[in-house]
């Protein structure tokens, strides 16, 4: 290796330099652009199989829950085309007295006295990806860390590419290629190992108001072809608003995953909603799923499909989404009021069943009663109330399930 040495005046000219070349902070930031938002959660989960209460329910603990999520995003232009993003977030849980959970296992211990408050959690790199513009091809192109996006996730996060393009108004083509998947942070995902496989696809999206559409395709490496379909129609009668949707999701997995007690699935969706003044209403049907088999609609949380209701497309007996057994068919009511365009009541109902070869039906019934406080266009107040009855639980003949899931929330977008 040959060392260099500087002179004193050397040294101080190379410093000079850089300092000449530094930019004051006013003109470093003034191109960049900050966003985000701050959530907290109380929330509550009671599930009673029989007369024996669970230590957890479908989407929390029966202790009190105190759920912290904040995220900064920044976004900055670099150069000509380019931009760089980035989003911190931290997320934590201050689980209340009488709960033991196991962060080894993801799970909560019956009998535990463990209440904590979390105070060691910090800001960490949620997404950060480079993105690069062509005006000229109305093309965009991202690479790094980034949300899906996609109609099988929610906020699940990936390590890849996108490339999208809007050279023709109205569609927007996208390409996608995902190395990996952020399973391990986002407690959400199936826990099947797809959720670990590389992702990559295709899908086109058209907005021609009042019709819109979506045409998804995806390949998970060694697991299964996934392709989905979503369209939609809007039309108004004076100061009265519908829109028509409809949903087809299906897969087929690779052969070998037939050991595994899966089989390919068919998912169908279709809701009518409307408003009428104050009132806002929806209503439609949910179908998918085998008598005899596993199957799979989404890779994380509910995705992007039509799954009204808090708990019925999280519940372990049969229906969640991510990973379920037995074949189920819902149908879905909603009715809603908006007071002075700021505080908002409604209440929903889903019902219907979950079949499976040689096992009891499963009679499902859940009510939502909700509230939301628009208190500014910024901050909103909301909560709701959710009873879920499951009659012959797990397909045992004369075994009932309640869960009874409350959950608050003040929300500040900035």
């Known amino acids: 290796m040959k060392l260099v040495k500087l002179s004193l005046v050397a040294a101080l ?31 509550s989960d009671r599930l009673e199989i029989g007369d024996a209460i669970q230590p957890e329910g479908y989407n929390s603990s029966k202790n009190n829950e105190h759920k912290f999520k904040a995220q900064l995003n920044f976004k900055a232009a670099l150069d000509d085309n380019f931009k760089a993003f980035v989003q911190f977030e931290y997320n934590s849980t201050d689980r209340g007295f009488g ?26 790199v949620k997404q950060a990806y480079l993105e690069y513009t062509n005006e000229a091809y109305a093309t965009n192109v991202l690479f790094g860390k980034m949300e899906l996006g996609s109609i099988w996730t929610d906020d699940a996060v990936g390590t890849g590419a996108k490339v999208l393009n809007n050279s023709i ?12 998947l952020n399973w391990e942070d986002d407690s959400d995902f199936t826990d099947l190992s797809i959720a670990k496989s590389s992702i990559y696809g295709g899908a086109v999206l058209g907005d021609f108001d009042p019709f819109a559409f979506q045409v998804w395709a995806a390949y998970a490496n060694n697991w299964a072809f996934l392709y989905a379909v979503d369209a939609s129609y809007k039309f108004a009668f004076n100061d009265m608003n519908f829109k028509i949707q409809g949903q087809y999701l299906g897969n087929s997995l690779d052969s070998d995953k037939e050991k595994l007690g899966l089989a390919d699935n068919n998912f169908y969706a279709a809701k009518f909603s409307g408003q009428i003044s104050a009132f806002d209403f929806q209503a439609g049907v949910v179908g998918y799923g085998d008598k005899d088999k596993g199957t799979i609609v989404t890779l994380e949380d509910t995705g992007r499909v039509i799954a009204p209701g808090q708990q019925i497309f999280y519940s372990n007996d049969g229906s969640k989404l991510v990973k379920n057994d037995g074949e189920s068919f819902f149908y879905f009511a909603g009715l809603g009021y908006t007071f002075a365009e700021t505080l908002r009541v409604g209440f929903d109902y889903i019902g219907g069943t979950t079949e499976r070869t040689g096992k009891e039906d499963t009679d499902k019934n859940e009510y939502v009663a909700s509230v939301s406080y628009a208190y500014s266009p910024k901050l909103t107040f909301s909560g709701f109330y959710s009873y879920l009855t499951e009659d012959n639980h797990n397909g045992v003949k004369d075994q009932d399930a309640d869960d009874q899931f409350i959950r608050l929330e003040a929300l500040y977008k900035f």
């Open 13 to 43: 000219a190379a410093g000079a330099f850089s300092a000449a070349n530094a930019v004051s902070l006013e003109e470093a930031i003034k191109d960049v652009d900050v966003s985000g938002m701050m959530r907290y959660r109380f929330q």
């Open 99 to 124: 709960g033991s959970y196991n962060e080894n296992t993801n799970s909560y211990n019956p009998g535990g006295d463990l209440a904590k408050t979390d105070t060691h959690n910090t800001f960490a």
């Open 169 to 180: 108004e109205g569609l927007t083509f996208a390409g996608y290629w995902f190395d990996a």
